[in-house]
């Protein structure tokens, strides 16, 4: 692989974070939310943070080859639950624009990040981390900690999820979409 290419890959999976404050304001821009759009993006929303908080609540990051919760069916749960939230936040802002930067967004960075986990993790952890990928069953027997998903610090995306359905919901608002709801309109 060409040395751009990582460079464009570290750089990415690294600010995947503040990169999306760069989209999060042309989705916001772009929404047009409605009371249902909301309610239905919201449920999507919090099923993808359920299962960002199960494997946050597995996860000893960097300091193993975690093979229990959903670590045994997947090998990204952390990015699946994130990717469910973005599809949750495309149907919140009802606008096909926006749940294209929302997609784009996750694709490019969470594929980013995937390699660059991988990588780590094949340096740190050599075969334990490919027979882990050959063989997701075997469990390691450890329980849900919920101290273990907060000391991941999953309690800000969760915040993020909420704030980010509070400015639709304001937006809805300001647009007249709960008031023309309430109405029957």
């Known amino acids: 692989m060409p040395e751009a290419t990582v460079t464009v890959m570290d750089f990415l ?11 999060a304001p042309l989705v916001f821009i772009l929404a047009n939310p409605s009371i249902e759009s ?9 099923v993808g943070e359920g ?19 959903p670590y045994r069916y997947v090998a990204h749960p952390l990015y699946v639950g994130s990717s469910v939230m973005g ?3 495309a149907i919140a802002s009802a606008n096909p624009l926006a749940a294209a930067l929302i997609a784009l967004y996750l694709a490019v960075t969470l594929r980013a990040a995937v390699r660059s986990e991988e990588a780590f993790l094949r340096r740190a952890f050599g075969d334990q981390y490919d027979l882990y990928r050959r063989q997701r069953s075997a469990d390691n ?6 101290a273990q998903a907060m000391a991941n610090r999953e309690h800000r995306a969760v915040t993020g999820l909420l704030a980010a359905m509070l400015l639709l919901a304001l937006k ?7 008031w023309r709801a309430a109405a029957g309109q």
């Open 13 to 23: 999976a690294r600010f995947r974070v503040a990169l999306g404050w760069v989209f």
């Open 38 to 46: 909301i309610f239905v993006g919201t449920l999507v929303g919090l």
């Open 51 to 69: 299962i960002r908080i199960w494997a946050a609540g597995h996860v000893n990051k960097a300091r193993e080859v975690t093979t229990s919760g």
């Open 87 to 89: 599809a949750g936040l």
């Open 141 to 146: 027997g450890r329980r849900f900690s919920l």
């Open 172 to 178: 809805a608002t300001y647009n007249g979409a709960f």
